[in-house]
Nanobody, 122 residues
């Protein structure tokens, strides 16, 4: 079983940057597709970005394309989300997720972290 722990959330001003990390424990992290989702208050959880197990394939939600970048370090069992040019609309709880299959933009991931809060002030 894969366990995921997010970190790096906090308060940031609009236009600023933040890097989220997700540390994974358990077997075969490097064989898992990883992703970030987010959920804003009063809204449904939405896809943000995903990366294949070798990092060769990445997909992004249109709302973050060109501003957010997902990466992974399989030697450190960690996946990252670099968030640039953030806006108040990026305020949400950000969740890390893992699955054993290929990349998906839907929520059918096998493992989920507890989430980290990101708040963007205007």
């Amino acid at each position: 079983q894969v366990q995921l722990v997010e970190s790096g959330g906090g308060l940031v001003q609009a236009g600023g940057s933040l890097r989220l990390s997700c540390a994974a424990s358990g077997p075969s992290f490097s064989s898992h597709t990883m992703a970030w989702f987010r959920q804003a208050p009063g809204k449904e959880r939405e896809f943000v970005a995903t990366i294949s197990w070798l990092g060769r394939t990445t997909l992004y939600a249109d709302s973050v394309k060109g501003r957010f970048f997902i990466s992974r370090d399989n030697a450190k069992n960690t996946v990252y989300l670099q968030m640039n040019s953030v806006t108040p609309e990026d305020t949400a709880v950000y969740y890390c997720a893992a699955r054993t299959g290929g990349v998906r933009t839907t929520g059918d991931y096998d493992y989920w972290g507890q989430g980290t809060q990101v708040t963007v002030s205007s």
